[in-house]
């Protein structure tokens, strides 16, 4: 089989080496899949560069989702079928072109577009988690972010607009707003110091109940002030670098929440039974069309430095998918 590791943190596009190793057979409990599709995330990228929360332990293979198709299962494994196609999420090490793993890092994938299914279990997840779980919205309800023609920002778009949630989306470029109101972002301004006088311009003073920032900096505390008294605001990136501004008049006088969000911890604290309501929510939707994931560019593993080269581009329109498996 063929992996892509790196033995040391730095640059990925100088440090990621593709391998090649023997296959393993499955043991019991174990499925074997070769993977059809696994995309490039930001984490990903400084993760390998030394700049995330988590320095993995070396020689490591990124890559944290995808699609497969399953290809042999071990002793006791009843519920997965050789030619069935399977989610991969929890799984870890996912740029490679075929895997062994536990039974239970493999969900069972339903009909639909397979590319699209790929992407499900990384920035879709994180968009219905920051929607479900800090504040219970209703229809109507205005919620404002950063970042928004992020691949999150983007689902978080998508998912809202289903239930009615009204969203408020914070960019750098101009350039941007007419893509983001195609998908259904309901009011799109550009950052800067009086972001509060239009956001309550635009959205004519209603109470904006939910914030979610992964830019941090000075950004940060300018969603802090849109907020309504009582409101939340998450905090689950640092793309400027740079960490939160934390306004603490809006804190103790509006009584804003703090609160923070890593998916990664989620994986690891949240039940069976919670992975499998939000899987089954998000399936249908991707599998049926209803929302979408931007796709820039797709390379095969002998490519890898040009992928994550492209993956690391501002230019990009989209997500940078690994296929191994490729015609």
Same mark, same amino acid.
């Given at each position: 089989m063929k992996i892509i590791e790196f033995a040391k943190l730095g640059n990925p596009a100088d440090v990621l080496k593709l391998k090649e190793l023997p296959s393993r057979l499955p043991g019991a409990g174990e499925v074997r899949v070769k993977i059809i599709a696994t995309p490039?995330?930001?984490?990903? /990228?400084?993760?390998?560069? @030394?700049?995330?929360?988590?320095?993995?332990? /070396?020689?490591?293979v990124p890559g944290g989702e995808g699609i497969a198709e399953v290809v042999e299962v071990g002793d006791g494994v009843e519920h997965l079928k050789p030619g069935q196609r399977v989610l991969m999420a929890g799984a870890g090490g996912t740029w490679r072109d075929e895997l062994t793993a536990p039974a239970t890092s493999f969900i069972p994938a339903p009909q639909g577009d397979a590319e699209q299914l790929s992407m499900l279990a990384v920035n879709p997840l994180t968009a219905h988690l920051l929607l479900t779980k800090f504040t219970d919205l209703s229809e109507g309800d205005w919620i404002i972010q950063s970042a928004a023609n992020s691949a999150v920002g983007e689902m978080v778009i998508q998912l809202a607009a289903q239930r009615g949630i009204r969203t408020v989306n914070v960019v750098r470029r101009e350039i941007l707003i007419p893509g983001l109101k195609s998908i259904g972002g309901d009011v799109i /301004?550009?950052? @800067?110091?009086?972001?509060?006088?239009?956001?309550?311009?635009?959205?004519?003073?209603?109470?904006?109940?939910?914030?979610?920032?992964?830019?941090?900096?000075?950004?940060?505390?300018r969603l802090m002030s849109t907020l309504a008294f009582g409101a939340t605001i998450v905090s689950y990136g640092v793309l400027s670098g740079q960490l939160p %501004? /934390?306004?603490?008049?809006?804190?103790?006088?509006?009584?804003?929440?703090?609160?923070?969000f890593w998916l990664a911890k989620w994986y690891e604290?949240?039940? %069976?039974? !919670?992975?499998?309501?939000?899987?089954?929510?998000?399936?249908p939707l991707f599998a049926? @069309? %209803?929302?979408?994931?931007?796709? !820039?560019?797709?390379f095969p593993l002998e490519e890898i430095s040009e992928a994550v080269t492209r993956a690391s581009e501002s230019g990009r329109d989209g997500k940078v998918l690994l296929t191994p498996n490729a015609d």
């Open positions: 490039i995330h930001p984490a990903n /990228l400084l993760q390998i560069a @030394g700049q995330y929360a988590a320095t993995p332990e /070396l020689p490591a /301004l550009t950052d @800067g110091p009086d972001l509060a006088e239009r956001v309550m311009k635009e959205t004519g003073g209603a109470p904006i109940v939910l914030a979610f920032d992964s830019v941090a900096g000075e950004t940060f505390e %501004q /934390l306004n603490l008049t809006s804190v103790i006088a509006n009584d804003v929440h703090v609160r923070g604290t949240a039940s %069976q039974e !919670d992975r499998q309501a939000a899987f089954g929510t998000l399936m049926g @069309g %209803q929302v979408k994931t931007r796709i !820039d560019s797709r």
